[in-house]
DNA sequence: TTGACATATGCCGATATGGGAATGTAATGT
DNA sequence: ACATTACATTCCCATATCGGCATATGTCAA
């Protein structure tokens, strides 16, 4: 099998980073493509292939005007994405707790050999 | 080009839903690979690769422990996700409003013909 | 009708993917 | 030393991508 299709959901079609910044310029207003194209510096075809995708997965919503479209960004699609990692919220904050109280140990004990407690840590 | 690559920023490697469970089964405490494995039902070199991937940009952390590697999801790393999805988070309530508005307008005026208001519209 | 304008689609090539199967590697137990 | 356990990596393949370019579709205007 391959990469899901970009049309699979949201996660998938806002991986592309061209295409986050197409909704974020569509999160206010109605605009049609010739503007996006303008504001992106993106060749029209691939605005309109973009805009594909993002329509497919109900991530903006058109509206036809005379011979343009207009597009506009559907910020309810984006909200399962913001729950999901609305998640981790909790998981980040206890982070930020043992961060602190490291640091607030440091302190008290004048920093002596903190390193000894992940000495065995591997990274990329 | 092709398709940017997995490992190329939280969002990419987060568009794969088994690394999403991966993420999720991560963020509450250290799991060795073999757990995953188990909790998932996936194969063995699939979760370790889509570890690799996690780890290549910084959603998980893995610390070595005798023959197994001990992975936790790191939080931090997905909170720009989270940052940028609330982003949108006033946009969506704007259309929450809307939608009150037209269900109170339909309550008042005992809903005649709102439909006339987006007669153009074209979906997928 | 003809032409200009606004978008959409089709085809191409280069590339990266994720699953499966096999194999590699490192640490442990006997 | 050897077998076993716990992971990681490699190879192969079918597939989906994104960009560039050409072309099709659809709408308005003269």
Redesign the interface.
């Known amino acids: 099998m391959a990469?899901?299709s970009?049309t699979s959901d949201a996660?998938?079609a806002?991986?592309?980073?061209r295409r986050?910044e197409i909704?974020?310029f569509l999160?206010?207003a109605e605009r049609p493509v010739g503007e996006i194209v303008d504001a992106l510096g993106l060749e029209q075809p691939s605005v309109s292939k973009h805009l594909r995708v993002l329509?497919?997965v109900g991530l903006v919503?058109?509206?036809?005007q005379g011979r343009q479209k207009l597009y506009r960004?559907?910020?309810?699609a984006?909200?399962p994405?913001?729950e999901?990692?609305?998640?981790?919220?909790r998981?980040?904050q206890?982070?930020l707790n043992r961060v602190k109280e490291r640091a607030e140990a440091m302190v008290r004990l004048g920093a002596k050999d903190l390193n000894s407690k992940?000495a065995?840590?591997?990274?990329?």
Request: charged share 30%.
């Open positions: 990469r899901a970009t996660f998938n806002v991986a592309e980073p986050r909704l974020s999160a206010g329509r497919d919503r058109v509206r036809c960004t559907n910020a309810e984006i909200r994405l913001h999901w990692a609305a998640t981790f919220e998981y980040w206890h982070q992940n065995n840590e591997k990274e990329k």
